[in-house]
């Protein structure tokens, strides 16, 4: 929770995780990535890892995803034996900013984290996580520490 | 009969914080009629006020999508789990 909202919450995750996302990204240009956040919350939000999910958005992949609920309902699944969560998502945005789109926003679901990641021409990816807690708020942006724990 | 409800992150507000809460219920309807009991509020998350699945949730009856059994009509017995699973799209 920020304070007075001024301090950004925060998303913490190792380096390997960050880098796959950025792989991900990379390898699906010119087409949208997408993959699932498993992690837990204690005093911050942690990401212990990700898995990739298919974009079922075939027909318009280069600018919309959609993740399979049977695929996020069994990752669910093994994360809970895991004793760990869904806790958000990342996709990319292939040559647009890491912000959340107008569809991004419409879409959304309160509570989770999106992780957004920018792909200029294929090569450049940059990284940055969005959330928002009730249904009439706009998304806030939280701030992605990379360390390893 | 009392069925394992397992509860998505954007509900949990509505669960106290529980990510897992007991029901009961024949089938799919009276489960969620009953959460509705001991949880206000969940029930218009999940269904349209006639009572059909929202399109952008899904109910899955431990491994099947409910849309592809008798959908709010799925029986339900003792050890089955069911999870509420929210849609996740968005895009540019």
Known sequence: ?149 | MAIKIRIPTPLRKLTNGADEVMAEGGNITEVIEDLEKNYPGLKERICESDGKLRRFVNIYLNDEDIRFKKNMETELKDSDEVSIIPAIAGGL
């Open chain 1, 1 to 149: 929770m920020s304070f007075l909202g001024i301090f950004k919450s925060s998303i913490i995750m190792p380096r390997g995780v960050y880098e796959e996302i950025i792989n991900h990204a990379r390898e699906s240009y010119p087409e949208e990535c997408c993959g699932v956040l498993i992690g837990a919350t204690y005093k911050d939000k942690r990401v212990f890892e990700v898995q990739r999910a298919k974009n079922t958005n075939t027909e318009r992949a280069r600018d919309r995803y959609i993740i399979d609920p049977r695929e996020l309902n069994f990752i669910d699944k093994v994360a809970r034996t895991q004793g760990l969560d869904v806790i958000g998502f990342y996709h990319s945005h292939p040559d647009h900013p890491d912000k959340p789109s107008q569809t991004d926003r419409e879409l959304g679901q309160p509570g989770y984290s999106y992780i957004i990641a920018s792909v200029k021409k294929g090569k450049d990816v940059s990284l940055r996580s969005w959330i928002f807690e009730e249904a009439d708020e706009p998304f806030k942006e939280e701030k992605i520490k990379v360390g390893n724990y």
